[in-house]
């Protein structure tokens, strides 16, 4: 069974400021899919960035990118020029297969004016 | 654009009474699956399922049955409420690639 952790539940910087989010997981698969969501206080829930297995290159998204180490089965999400409205919790997610989609714990993010 | 439909959004039930959570998704996608996210615990998987006519039991299935009606709809069922069960419930369907579309979310309370 796939793992997902996170081990940092709550983190604060100051706007404008650069962040990263720590997730790890545990697989023997080799083709799978990693994402990082965001919910923000409304409770809805965001996806933020998606990274392919398979794919080399780190995923961006604007000011969002991600360091995907496969061989330490680690997935961050950089958060750069962090701004208010990024104020959430974050989640970190696995996904392979046409199986169950596995989320970790969450971090709880606050950005400081 | 719909995606997914969650009703109700808010219910308050006793001990021992049952209700149905509804969820209906209009993108075609094969999975879904019913999550309970309490505070610090994160999203916990209560059932899933993979395609129309399947369902799979997750990490905390126990108090909870599901139906797949159709590919569209996948309901949670709770037989005899516990506070125990007190939570959000969100409902979801993924994508192939398990982009995951999620529902409002449902907060029940029993008491």
């Known amino acids: 069974a796939q793992t997902v952790t996170q081990s940092q539940p709550e983190m604060s910087v100051q706007e404008a400021e650069t962040v990263t989010l720590s997730c790890t997981y545990d697989?023997?698969?080799?083709?799978?899919?990693l994402f990082w969501y965001k919910q923000p206080p409304s409770r809805q829930m965001i996806l933020v960035i998606r990274?392919?297995?398979?794919?080399?290159q780190n995923a961006t998204e604007n000011r969002f990118s991600v360091n995907f180490q496969k061989a330490a089965k680690s997935f961050s999400l950089k958060i750069s020029d962090s701004q208010l409205g990024d104020t959430a919790m974050y989640f970190c997610?696995?996904?392979?297969?046409?199986?169950?989609?596995?989320f970790g714990t969450g971090t709880r993010l606050t950005i400081i004016p | 654009n719909a995606g997914v439909t969650q009703t109700p959004k808010f219910q308050v039930l006793k001990t021992g009474q049952s209700m149905t959570l509804q969820c209906a998704q209009d993108m075609n996608h094969n999975s879904m699956y019913w999550y309970r996210q309490d505070p610090g615990m994160g999203l916990r998987l209560i059932y899933y399922?993979?395609?129309?006519?399947?369902?799979d039991k997750g990490e905390v299935p126990n108090g909870y049955n599901v139906s797949r009606l159709n590919k569209r709809e996948f309901s949670l069922r709770l037989e005899s409420a516990a506070p125990s069960q007190t939570s959000v419930y969100f409902c979801?369907?993924?994508?192939?690639?398990?982009?995951?579309?999620f529902g409002q979310g449902t907060r029940l309370t029993v008491v």
């Open positions: 979801a369907s993924s994508d192939r690639g398990g982009k995951a579309f």
């Open positions: 697989t023997s698969e080799n083709n799978y899919y």
């Open positions: 399922s993979a395609s129309e006519g399947t369902t």
């Open positions: 997610a696995f996904y392979f297969g046409n199986e169950k989609l596995t």
């Open positions: 990274q392919e297995a398979y794919k080399q």
